[in-house]
């Protein structure tokens, strides 16, 4: 298999979308580095559950809003990669880590818009940055996006803005990085039954029938339906895929 001892990190892999996409990669014979922020518990389940599977893991803590944090982060993980890899390196970067924030365009506060702009924006940026030294050439980058980049629902202005610069984002670096044979795209999920936001779309009826409604294919969206597809993205089959936006949302609102 030609992705034998690649190895991936991603970040925010403790829950949700992340985990999945973990959990994915593992399976397409990827070693996995993820992050977590505050529930180390959660994240060494997915680790064990790696591990379990004959893949490697290792889990850090990583807020992906505190820019300053990065350098030590890259330090323990390169370093834990040289002492039982014997390279610093890795291959795939997964910038998943998020938050969202539900507030209509009129009473979104300062504080919320910053927040969406470390977390979904700024982090990426400088985190994808840092990474870049210890990047295989060759490697890839998947950017997390959402769908309401391409719709728009109300209270989602903050949220959905920062994914809409994350996609332009992922252009200028599918472009700078190409020459180092590094893709770059970004995945961008419809409504996923996760705790994301609350957990709305998978535990309010309401929410769940008209998501449902507004889809092409008839139902709610799973974590299982996002991971198996980051996971493709960093394996050669998806060698000429770069610079795309991938929507993966069952056909909402089409």
């Not at 559950?49 to 890259?74: M, P, W």
């Not at 295989?136 to 769908?147: E, L, P, Q, W």
């Not at 709610?220 to 339906?225: A, C, I, L, M, R």
Request: hydrophobic share 40%.
């Amino acid at each position: 298999m030609e992705t034998k001892n690649k190895i991936a990190v991603v970040t925010g892999g403790s829950r949700g979308l992340g985990r999945n996409a973990s959990l994915a990669l593992a399976k397409k014979g990827i070693d996995v580095v993820l992050t977590y922020h505050s529930n180390k518990q959660d994240a060494e389940n997915v680790v064990s559950e790696i591990r379990a599977s004959g893949r490697k893991a290792e889990a850090y803590q990583l807020d992906t809003r505190n820019v300053q944090s990065f350098d030590h982060f890259l330090q323990q993980v390169t370093e834990h990669l040289q002492t039982y890899t014997g390279s610093p390196n890795f291959d795939y970067l997964i910038n998943n880590a998020g938050t969202g924030v539900h507030a209509a365009f009129a009473e979104t506060t300062e504080a919320q818009v910053d927040d969406m702009i470390n977390t979904h924006y700024k982090g990426v940026f400088f985190l994808t940055q840092k990474a870049l030294a210890y990047l295989n050439d060759g490697g890839a980058i998947v950017n997390i996006s959402t769908g309401l980049a391409r719709f728009s629902m109300p209270g989602f202005a903050a949220y959905a803005s920062m994914k809409g610069a994350i996609e332009t984002l992922t252009l200028y670096q599918a472009k700078e990085l190409g020459a180092r044979g590094i893709r770059v795209n970004a995945v961008a999920p419809g409504a996923i039954a996760t705790d994301f936001g609350g957990g709305a779309t998978r535990d309010v009826p309401e929410v769940n029938s008209f998501i449902k409604s507004v889809t092409a294919l008839g139902r709610v969206g799973q974590p299982d339906d996002i991971g198996s597809v980051v996971a493709f993205l960093c394996t050669d089959e998806a060698r000429w895929i770069t610079g795309q936006r991938i929507e993966i949302s069952g056909g909402m609102n089409l």
